[in-house]
């Protein structure tokens, strides 16, 4: 072959891996900013709730209008990322998010709450299965286990979204701080979706194409769903604390520990630092105690965490215990989906990913119910319940996990 040809394949390599850089640095931005809206949103719930004359049952049940908007839209996504893209789903997901979170300060009723709150998460639900999905054929194509560092992205803009909304809360109304995020998120998903919408999807390396050029997975057996829906609990028990903590957790110190608005912020914060320092460590952490170990300690540091945080009398230590939570809970999430992955490939990944978000997304208004019926400290001990189920789960499965 001419010299030229041989310069073009050793180029071509080093080209590819550059898009794929690219591609993994605008997934990232994505993530990132979907924790920087969601918890602007969360920090501001308290003067939400007093605006609207919510009760906590009340509010749990406004909190529900975010879970079924985005139960319904994840069974949908799946659909229209296969007919238009991940990529493409992504983006108007984006905007859709950015434009819908400066609705709730507008309501002053709980019925107008819910109906906004039903479109926050329909844009909500939709950006996380997009994502999601894409990010899973992208670590198939580098064959690197990089899922962690996109959720420790999420964690770091949930960090940055409720440190700056505990700095505002003071200084600006619950409408001037959403509209702002709205202005963000419009100007992040033009930058960022620019590069997205001009990157190809890489294909994974493992699907089987047919004569027709689609894609295609091995449909799993009744053994390997049971178990991909196992590992889908594991996520479940997870995401089920990580909401609590996005929509209860700086409610709880203002409420029941009397912290002023901007130190009850920064519970959420600290969660999510710590969530975000675990993921950031998460793959050493991995090749030093395996895949079973980690979930089992993870559970239990974050069940002993929560019960603690969750009944102490004491702000500061109710700080380092909501910290110590995130750390237990951090890689959790990661290892169950890319489990979930391993076993029955793409369609693994999105049951487990839908059962991850449903329990994030329906713990809250849960525990709103039961906060009306004992407390909310109480309530608050059902996270530490679910973390020790996933601690007990994580064992129970050691066979089937490769450490």
């Known amino acids: 072959m001419p010299p030229i040809n041989k310069s073009r394949r050793r180029t071509a390599a080093p080209d590819a891996r550059t898009d794929l850089t690219r591609l993994r640095t605008a997934l990232t931005t994505f993530f990132a900013l979907d924790g920087f809206i969601f918890a602007g949103w969360v920090v501001r719930i308290p003067a939400i709730k007093e605006q609207t004359g919510a009760t906590a049952g009340t509010l749990g049940l406004a909190l529900l209008g975010v879970s079924a908007g985005a139960v319904i839209t994840m069974m949908l996504t799946g659909r229209l990322c296969r007919r238009y893209g991940n990529h493409r789903v ?50 198939a194509a580098l064959r690197r286990p990089i899922m962690p560092s996109f959720h420790a992205a999420f964690s770091l803009g949930g960090m940055i979204g409720a440190g700056l909304g505990g700095l505002v809360a003071g200084a600006f109304s619950p409408t001037r701080h959403l509209l702002g995020l709205t202005a963000v998120g419009l100007v992040v998903t033009a930058v960022a979706g620019r590069t997205l919408l001009r990157q190809e999807p890489p294909r994974p390396p493992d699907r089987v194409v047919d004569s027709a050029g689609r894609g295609e997975s091995r449909r799993p057996d009744r053994r390997t769903r049971g178990l991909v829906v196992v590992f889908g609990l ?18 709880h110190l203002e409420q029941d520990l009397d912290a002023p608005p901007g130190l009850a912020a920064a519970g959420y914060a600290c969660f999510a630092l710590a969530m975000t320092v675990g993921r950031l460590t998460g793959s050493a952490l991995l090749e030093r105690l395996g895949r079973t170990r980690t979930v089992v300690f993870g559970g239990a540091t974050a069940a002993v965490g929560m019960l603690l945080g969750s009944l102490s009398p004491a702000v500061w230590a109710a700080l380092l215990e909501f910290a110590v939570t995130g750390l237990g809970l951090a890689n959790l999430f990661p290892i169950a989906i890319e489990r979930a992955g391993a076993l029955a490939g793409p369609s693994g990944v999105a049951t487990a990913s839908t059962l991850g978000y449903g329990g994030m997304l329906l713990g809250p208004p849960a525990i709103g119910f039961m906060a009306d019926w004992l407390s909310l400290p109480t309530a608050l001990t059902s996270v530490a319940a679910l973390a020790a189920v996933a601690s007990v789960i994580g064992a129970a499965t050691r066979h089937t996990t490769t450490d």
């Open 234 to 251: 594991i996520a479940l028990c997870t995401a089920y604390g990580e909401g609590a903590m996005a929509d209860w957790g700086a409610l």
């Open 90 to 139: 992504t983006v108007v997901c984006a905007v859709l998010l950015s434009l819908s979170v400066a609705l709730p300060p507008l309501t002053h009723s709980v019925p107008a709450l819910t109906a906004v709150l039903l479109v926050f998460g329909a844009a909500y639900g939709g950006i996380n299965v997009a994502f999601n999905s894409a990010a899973v054929d992208l670590v």
